[in-house]
């Protein structure tokens, strides 16, 4: 079975359509994972005082036929995850184990060919002006992406100042340029908003987000969706939604630096550094 039919995928898409008892079973099977194989639908429900029909519609929900397929799907990840696990960290760190997971889940879950249609896009336009927004640690993403595509010669322009600076922009912006935005839930006002201005001025939209059913990605022209964490295990409360955003930023500039341009963007990223080689040496020597 491929990592991305995985149970966890399907749980991070559908992430605010659950019920409060399919809850409740996603955090059983969470912490009886390893075990799941050995479980009956029957025990199931018991085990969590739910009916059959709970069980159905959370299978069902997820997209699985039955639940001898879903129960092939828990036991496939289990195993796909344990080897790849070991063979990359070995026992020294959970955290590690949590870090790689989420690096799998997302690896399943973006969709390559968008990206590369994406990054067509964005080589074919060089002189277009792209525009990012997000609020809170989506905002921070946007402001690391709009950072590398500018060293890379883009005319990239982060709009986190505030809100009124995302929709005044939004408002303005001409159908020749791009608008990335980011919002893990799918639902922050001001970027749902941004995404509605833009669409009404025709211009292309690229929307980051962990949910694939919200208004947000009805507007967009291109939908990266990205697993931000486990969602239900209380070991990576510690780990950032950053991570997830950052390793989708860096595999933009990877796909940029494979594209019929390169050439163009290594040459940019080689002068603005050094730029900043030589300022910071000046600083040094006036202190």
């Not at 955090?27 to 799941?36: H, L």
């Not at 060293?151 to 600076?165: A, P, Q, V, Y």
């Not at 941004?194 to 690229?206: E, S």
Request: a positive charge; one cysteine or more; aromatic letters at 12%.
């Amino acid at each position: 079975m491929l990592i991305n039919d995985n149970f966890w995928s399907r749980v991070s898409k559908e992430e605010n359509n659950f019920t409060k008892k399919e809850k409740v079973l996603i955090n059983y099977i969470n912490k009886n994972s390893q075990k799941m194989d050995q479980v009956t639908i029957s025990s199931l429900a018991k085990e969590n005082t739910v009916g059959y029909s709970v069980v159905y519609n959370l299978i069902k929900k997820l997209g699985f036929k039955g639940y001898r397929e879903f129960i092939i799907s828990l036991a496939a990840q289990e195993t796909t995850f344990k080897a790849l696990n070991r063979e990359f960290f070995g026992d020294r760190s959970v955290l590690k184990e949590h870090y790689k997971k989420l690096m799998d889940l997302n690896d399943s879950t973006i969709n390559y060919e968008e990206l590369q249609r994406f990054i067509n896009w964005i080589d074919d336009n060089r002189k277009a002006c792209i525009y990012l927004a997000g609020i809170g640690h989506s905002g921070l993403g946007a402001e690391d992406l709009s950072n590398k595509l500018y060293r890379f010669g883009l005319r990239s322009i982060c709009l986190n100042k505030d809100d009124d600076s995302i929709l005044m922009h939004a408002s303005l912006i001409i159908p020749e340029d791009v608008i990335i935005l980011f919002s893990l839930s799918g639902k922050t006002t001001t970027i749902v908003e941004a995404a509605k201005l833009a669409k009404k001025n025709n211009a292309k939209i690229a929307v980051v987000t962990s949910q694939d059913k919200t208004e947000l990605v009805t507007y967009a022209d291109w939908t990266f969706n990205i697993v931000s964490s486990g969602l239900y295990e209380a070991q990576e409360i510690f780990i950032s939604p950053l991570f997830a955003i950052t390793y989708f930023n860096d595999l933009v500039t990877t796909y940029l630096l494979k594209s019929k341009h390169k050439d163009w963007y290594l040459e940019n990223r080689i002068k603005t550094n050094k730029v900043i080689k030589k300022f910071l040496g000046a600083c040094r020597r006036c202190r």
